[in-house]
């Protein structure tokens, strides 16, 4: 009997130091791994072995084939260049998460945009809070609470020619049929600029600054079998707004395939032609459909309507018409930020050594 207590004192004891070494094995693992981590931050912000360029120096990268950085050809922003290609060494470390570049405007600003969505998908637009009767914005242009499809509102939408826009357009064909628009922003807008950016550490705010974003009407994209690229250029910049935050605009979308067998001038829209465009764009998701910041013309029978938005398809990699609210939405939101041209960066731009700003 006493042999048999003294075992089990023996087992229990043994049971303990198993416990108590676990537990201490466990701290030193949870330990470690912050000091790795932290320790990855650290040498990625301290990389003594950089030399820093200048975004004016990034642009002597351009290529003419392959996937790279282009100068633009199109007769827009001239002086900018803009990524292209399958897996261009665009990434950019900002925010301790992983970004990429769009382009370099021509003043030398760069143009960002997250390379994972946010975690949730996101309205573009309330339903119908920024409804009035006989407005841009209004139950009837709605077909009822299906939101409305403007980024920005009257109070600080400028025209291409520099002016307040209150009268805002609804067809593509017809630039000059214009109706009141809304006196408030939509849903995304002000989550982005108010919620999403009070988020953003003020370590890497002070690199972002409030720019243009176009975001003019475009056409349906499925009326037609193609689209002339210069001509949807023209058209996303007829007006735009200012701000600290946004989305990408069509014709980032378009301009960063490489992809020219349908044709190298303008945006087809078969099926079989955006797959094959998909593949050479690396802006291209393949797991979630993403907005896109333009309003699309939509037209059903005489009447016009102003609640489909431009989104970029998972499934096809074309262009798509999304309701601006959704009772179950489907659609996710990848933020554009734009940095100040005089940062520069340290890095080769590819995803294991992604450009770090050195400033």
């Known amino acids: 009997m006493r042999r048999h207590k003294h075992r089990n004192r023996r087992r229990s004891k043994q049971g303990k130091i198993i416990i108590i070494t676990s537990i201490c094995l466990l701290f030193i693992m949870t330990a470690g791994y912050a000091a790795f981590s932290t320790n990855l931050k650290l040498r990625a912000s301290t990389n003594i072995k950089c030399n820093p360029i200048s975004i004016e120096k990034l642009k002597e990268s351009k290529v003419t084939t392959g996937s790279g950085l282009y100068e633009n050809t199109y007769g827009y922003y001239e002086s900018s260049f803009f990524y292209k290609g399958i897996n261009p060494n665009n990434y950019i470390l900002f925010n301790d998460e992983m970004w990429r570049i769009i382009n370099i405007q021509p003043d030398n600003a760069i143009k ?34 299906n939101g409305c499809n403007l980024f920005g509102s009257t109070k600080e939408t400028i025209s291409n020619g520099g002016n307040i826009m209150t009268m805002m357009p609804y067809r593509t064909d017809d630039l000059t049929k214009k109706i009141s628009g809304p006196s408030s922003i939509s849903y995304l807008n002000k989550y982005l600029n108010n919620e999403y950016y009070s988020s953003l550490s003020s370590k890497e705010k002070k690199y972002i600054i409030s720019y243009n974003y176009d975001y003019g009407l475009l056409p349906t994209m499925y009326q037609s079998s193609s689209y002339d690229i210069s001509n949807l250029l023209y058209l996303t910049r007829r007006f735009y707004g200012t701000y600290f935050v946004a989305i990408p605009k069509l014709t980032d979308y378009v301009l960063a395939s490489t992809y020219t067998g349908c044709g190298s001038d303008s945006y087809y829209v078969s099926e079989e032609c955006t797959k094959a465009a998909a593949k050479e764009n690396w802006m291209y998701d393949n797991f979630h459909n993403f907005w896109l ?9 005489n009447s016009y309507y102003t609640y489909k938005n431009a989104a970029v398809s998972s499934k096809t990699g074309g262009i798509i018409q999304v309701n ?26 590819t995803k294991e050594a992604p450009y770090m700003i050195w400033n």
């Not at 910041?293 to 029978?301: A, D, F, R, S």
């Not at 939405?329 to 731009?349: A, D, H, Q």
Request: aromatic share 12%; with cysteine.
């Open 112 to 145: 960002i945009v997250k390379n994972e969505p946010l975690n949730s998908p996101l309205n573009f637009d309330y339903s119908n809070t920024r409804f009035t009767n006989n407005n841009y914005c209004s139950s009837v242009n709605s077909q009822g609470n």
């Open 324 to 349: 601006s609210y959704q009772n179950n939405p489907n659609v996710y939101v990848k933020p554009v930020l734009f940095l100040t041209s005089e940062i520069k960066l340290c890095g080769k731009g």
């Open 293 to 301: 910041i333009n309003p699309l013309e939509y037209k059903v029978g």
